[in-house]
């Protein structure tokens, strides 16, 4: 994998960049649907590829383990075999998912031990066979197994994780470097910052994982419930540290003002459900403000979803007819809003690339900001 700097904004920390991988280019700052279990929900591969124009999509570690399974994986040639997505993939290393079983799983030195939420069968994840199990997977950019802390989180727990999280991705980078890629292309290791929103272990976290040189770092433990504020302090202090020359990624994140606020501050690379999520439940993104296009005022709106979007090209769907399909519980409304969704975010990052290079992003995103949380 290759990154390569194009611009930087003049007044703010926000930079162009493409990073190159076997699968293709991705131009940043870039935002990367989800495709949790081998899918981008209510979306065909063609429809990311040619309306959206997605650059790279994610996989999900643990639901791929556990369902189709590796064995099925690796007879298929590998996710992109699997899928028919011909483009980038990211996986991550499935630590999210096992923080978020409270209450079935174990962390200790070896890995963590979780249950499946499917069968309630016991499983392992260590740092070796999670390299293992991304390795099979096939993705492009694969991630250290680490442990997300919750939020709130006591500061001698968060001081004993990220230890523990960077023994982990010295064990991660061994195993990682020892083995090589099964399916005849490139794979590259991220590591992940941690350390909760206590700035003295972010900037301890920034260091270790920046001397381990890789070919890009991640952020982790952000957008868990706490304030924005905390986000972008975090953000700052780690982008302060991270080296310039290789790709940020900041997990999990988020809203259409999280990821301009962040990209300001020096991010590159950006993941969330929200644009999936939040449009199977009726809640549109638009380039004036959020729509919950359940409420009743939209019921008789004729007018399209985004007044300048050629999203659907010779179709346009108006508010008040994608209301009806949701409120009929039609899957076609779902697949219509994820459409819009995720058209618009990654209409975002691409504007915000134009903006980099033009030398006029902070202007515009101080503009945008104050229309994109709104509620229309």
Not at 143 to 161: F, I, Q
Not at 284 to 294: A, Q, S, V
Request: aromatic share 10%; glycine share 8%; charged share 25%.
């Amino acid at each position: 994998m290759k990154f390569n700097l194009t611009a930087q904004d003049p007044l703010s920390k926000a930079r162009a960049g493409e990073i190159t991988t076997d699968h293709g280019a991705i131009q940043t700052p870039i935002f990367m649907p989800v495709g949790t279990a081998g899918t981008v929900k209510a979306v065909h591969q063609r429809e990311l590829k040619n309306d959206i124009e997605a650059q790279i999509i994610l996989g999900n570690t643990y639901h791929l383990y556990l369902r189709p399974g590796l064995d099925t994986l690796e007879k298929a040639g590998g996710l992109h075999k699997f899928n028919g997505w011909d483009g980038p993939i990211l996986t991550d290393s499935g630590g999210y998912q096992v923080y978020s079983l409270t209450d079935v799983r174990k962390i200790k030195e070896e890995g963590v031990t979780f249950r499946s939420h499917i069968d309630g069968s016991k499983h392992l994840f260590t740092p070796e066979n999670v390299m293992d199990t991304q390795r099979i997977i096939g993705a492009d950019i694969i991630m250290a197994l680490d442990e997300c802390t919750p939020y709130p989180c006591e500061y001698g727990y968060a001081r004993k994780s990220i230890e523990m999280t960077h023994r982990w991705l010295k064990r991660c980078c061994d195993r990682f470097d020892s083995t090589e890629p099964k399916y005849g292309y490139s794979q590259t290791l991220f590591p992940i910052v941690q350390g909760s929103v206590y700035k003295d272990l972010r900037v301890r976290s920034a260091e270790v994982i920046a001397s381990f040189e890789r070919e890009g770092n991640a952020i982790g433990g952000l957008s868990v419930g706490e304030p924005a504020e905390e986000m972008y302090a975090m953000t700052e202090v780690v982008c302060d540290i991270l080296p310039k020359q290789k790709p940020r990624y900041l997990m999990g994140v988020g809203t259409p003002v999280n990821i301009l606020e962040n990209i300001a501050l020096g991010i590159d690379m950006f993941d969330c459900v929200m644009p999936t999520r939040n449009a199977r439940n009726g809640m549109l993104f638009t380039k004036e403000g959020i729509i919950n296009i359940r409420n009743e005022k939209w019921k008789n709106d004729f007018t399209p979803i985004e007044a300048d979007s050629d999203l659907f090209a010779d179709v346009c769907y108006t508010k008040a007819y994608l209301r009806h399909l949701v409120h009929s519980g039609e899957i076609l409304g779902a697949q219509i809003a994820t459409l819009h969704n995720l058209h618009f975010y990654l209409w975002l990052v691409k504007e915000a690339r134009k903006k980099i290079i033009a030398g006029e992003f902070y202007d515009w995103k101080e503009k945008m900001v104050k229309r994109l949380g709104q509620r229309l």
